[in-house]
């Protein structure tokens, strides 16, 4: 892997020097936009709206464009002489119960790893996170922004996860907010059931990315002039006459299927037969 930041975790007055990475990688296919007749890849001119140049890449810098219409040249050096200090520092502000901050504040994933030397104060860190069962609120400077992260312990590691600003997450405005839906107890009382018959211990390993799996196939037998698999039918939810009817034939199903999982589970396996 390679690092995207290097810097040094400001705790107290413990420095601990840590190099950042992406912690995740999506496996999306990548689409390029092409001509539709040959195939072509579509390529694009970085043109100048003012003088109608074609522009080279090093010649381009980013601009911020004031109400009045001026614009404002920003150079690398500009953004280097901001009087910040979480450029190269991660600085604890607090620590918290993880249960407090609602995951919507949540961006990005990175791993900390320590450098030789600060191997220690790392490990000494992420013991009294455990121990505490607290997670680090802190500050950060990545690509030209300062931004709230949380650090936390995971399988041995200390993990960043960058947050958004309070200002920057939208205030839930709906029109059904303002109305007075009524929710009957009998109805809440089947809702509740159906959570319940549905409840499990969360294991990420058992679920899977049917759309990209799907996409695989298609893209595979369009490469190979095959015939393209067939959309699988939709299931037959049956006629549906109000919401309690739809609880109740949910709750059935999802015991049948718990009953199912569980005595495919627990059925002993047949031994291979000998030669």
């Known amino acids: 892997m390679r690092s995207v930041w290097r810097g040094a975790i400001s705790f107290g007055l413990v420095t601990i020097a840590v190099r950042l990475y992406t912690a995740v990688e999506e496996h999306d296919f990548r689409f390029n936009q092409v001509h539709r007749e040959d195939g072509g890849r579509i390529k694009y001119k970085r043109v100048c709206s003012v003088c109608g140049d074609e522009v080279e890449y090093g010649d381009i810098t980013k601009g911020y464009e004031l109400d009045d219409g001026r614009m404002v040249i920003m150079e690398n050096e500009d953004f280097e002489k901001l009087p910040v200090k979480t450029d190269k520092s991660i600085e604890v502000l607090e620590f918290v119960p993880a249960e407090e901050i609602d995951p919507i504040y949540f961006q990005k ?3 900390l790893e320590p450098d030789k030397a600060a191997a220690r104060p ?4 992420r013991e ?3 121990k505490t069962g607290q997670m680090a609120v802190v500050k950060i400077t990545m690509r030209q922004k300062e931004t709230l992260a949380t650090v936390r312990a995971r399988e041995d590691v200390l993990v960043l996860h960058t947050m958004l600003w309070p200002d920057e997450i939208r205030k839930a405005e709906f029109d059904f907010l303002d109305s007075d ?5 009998q109805e809440l009382k089947m809702a509740t059931s159906l959570v319940e018959s549905m409840a499990g211990d969360f294991d990420p390993g058992t679920f899977t990315d049917d759309y990209r799996d799907a996409l695989e196939k298609v893209i595979a037998a369009k490469a190979e002039g095959a015939e393209l698999p067939e959309q699988p039918e939709s299931e037959d ?3 549906v006459i109000d919401l309690m009817t739809a609880l109740e034939r949910s709750v059935e199903k999802a015991k049948a299927g718990r009953k199912g999982a569980s005595e495919k589970k627990s059925a002993p396996k047949k031994k291979a037969s000998s030669a």
Request: a neutral charge; aromatic letters at 16%.
């Open 181 to 185: 839906v009524e929710v009957r107890p």
């Open 237 to 239: 939810k049956g006629d």
């Open 122 to 125: 790392y490990v000494l860190l």
């Open 109 to 111: 994933t990175y791993y």
């Open 128 to 130: 009294a996170l455990v």
